[in-house]
């Protein structure tokens, strides 16, 4: 897959693979009160086609936190050909966090917002691959190590909150993990009209008759959309399939992911108190249905 002959660049808590003759790959490591923070890239001006670059990223053994947060500055690739992987592991058959391809952001250009990459394991392997036909400006990444979580690179806590200890402790207007919500967006206010009061002390919108949301927008009478908490939710995934049955319950079965089992069948059941309530189905035996994505499903005599 890769040539015989290698360089091996250790820079501390970071090492760098590039095979020789081929693509350079750029990195910059430096500590910041005690945090290991850096940036990475595929190199100067445009990358090379038929590119591999791979980097492992490691913190230090004596940290008691094991998170690593990666931060996409820029990337621009050949959509569909070149790709970024990034496992949570110091290898690629370390679970797969995510796949990355395509004009995402680059200089003024945004399509959209991503969130950070976040490796568990204390190590995080990235992995770029070109083909033969075409290459792009390539990419800008920043990670840190025992860092709190930001939607921004360059900001403790998206801007809005101090890091203690991996946690933000976030200001009195914002919350979240990252501090990136507002507690009360647009101070509860929609359309010119206020439909609520904003409670400083649990960070929330406390809607009037009739109106919900996080900032009041939604009417009780047109139904509404409501964010839903679980200790045990299910993993992302696509390509899977969604009932409705007649007894409230929405069974959602099996999909694509990138590191769990594909053959996982959930429902969300409604019950009497107005609670929702998350269950997985297990089986036993060989009744199991098989692995399955990209699938239909249907309700039949009040079966799946």
């Known amino acids: 897959m890769w040539g015989s002959e290698w ?7 970071l090492c760098v693979w590039t095979e020789v003759g081929g693509e350079s790959c750029g990195g910059d490591k430096k500590g910041l009160r005690g945090a290991s923070k850096g940036w990475l890239s595929d190199g100067v001006g445009n990358y090379s086609e038929t590119s591999h670059c791979t980097w492992v990223i490691s913190g230090p053994e004596r940290s008691a936190s094991k998170n690593i947060r990666l931060h996409l500055k820029e ?32 200089g003024r250009y945004k399509v959209r917002s991503i969130p950070e990459v976040v490796a568990t394991s204390g190590s995080m392997l990235i992995h770029f691959y070109s083909d033969v036909a075409y290459n792009a400006s390539g990419f800008n990444l920043t990670y840190a190590i025992d860092a709190c ?27 979240g993990e ?52 679980f200790s045990d939710p299910m993993p992302p995934r ?13 069974w959602i079965i099996g999909g694509e992911t990138f590191s769990h089992p594909r053959h996982i069948l959930s429902y969300i059941k409604s019950s009497g108190t107005n609670q929702l309530e998350w269950k997985r189905v297990h089986f036993e035996g060989e009744k199991a249905p098989s692995p399955r994505y990209g699938h239909t499903a249907v309700i039949h005599d009040n079966r799946v």
Do not use: M
């Open 149 to 175: 979580p930001s939607l921004k690179h360059d900001l403790t806590c998206s801007g809005h909150g101090t890091c203690s200890d991996g946690i933000c402790q976030c200001d009195d207007d914002f919350k």
């Open 75 to 106: 990337f621009a690739t050949e959509c569909g050909w070149d790709h970024l992987y990034v496992y949570d592991g110091d290898s690629v058959f370390s679970p797969l966090l995510g796949v990355f391809s395509g004009l995402t952001r680059l």
């Open 178 to 229: 990252a501090c990136s919500v507002p507690s009360c967006p647009k101070n509860c206010v929609y359309n010119g009209s206020r439909r609520g009061t904003c409670n400083k002390e649990k960070k929330r919108c406390d809607c009037f008759e009739g109106y919900v949301g996080e900032s009041c927008s939604q009417s009780l009478a047109s139904g509404y959309w409501k964010k839903l908490s």
């Open 238 to 250: 696509s390509s899977h399939a969604s009932v409705l049955s007649d007894d409230n319950k929405i």
């Open 7 to 13: 360089k091996v660049l250790s820079l501390c808590f």
